[in-house]
Nanobody
Framework: QVQLVESGGGSVQAGGSPRLACAAS????????MGWFRQAPGKEREGVAV????????YYADSVKGRFTISRDNVKNTVYLQMNSLNTEDAAMYYC??????????????????WGQGTQVTVSS
């Protein structure tokens, strides 16, 4: 059973630079991508960053481009999201997800089959 466990969230001041981590275990297949999503109260879940496992190419939502960086450590089976210059609009529950075996673009939520429980990021101004 695939398990994804996020960590690193918490309360951060605006302008802060927390790093989220997603530790994966129990893979029975090779996901083509890993993604970070977020969901704020009353809003839909949105994609934040994606990393393709094959070539390590990345994708970022326009709202975080230039501020967030997704990376992975294959030895630790962990995906990271380095967040810089946080603002109040970044406050949300952050989830990591593992792409389905057939996932290609890895932008939409239906391309992901496994999700972590989420880690809350609160930003104070």
């Amino acid at each position: 059973q695939v398990q994804l466990v996020e960590s690193g969230g918490g309360s951060v001041q605006a302008g802060g630079s927390p790093r989220l981590a997603c530790a994966a275990s129990g893979y029975t297949y090779s996901p083509g991508c890993m993604g970070w999503f977020r969901q704020a109260p009353g809003k839909e879940r949105e994609g934040v960053a994606v990393i393709h496992i094959g070539d390590s190419s990345t994708y970022y939502a326009d709202s975080v481009k230039g501020r967030f960086t997704i990376s992975r450590d294959n030895v630790k089976n962990t995906v990271y999201l380095q967040m810089n210059s946080l603002n109040t609009e970044d406050a949300a529950m952050y989830y990591c997800a593992a792409g389905r075996v057939w996932a290609r673009g890895c932008v939409s939520t239906n391309e992901y089959g496994y999700w972590g429980q989420g880690t809350q990021v609160t930003v104070s101004s």
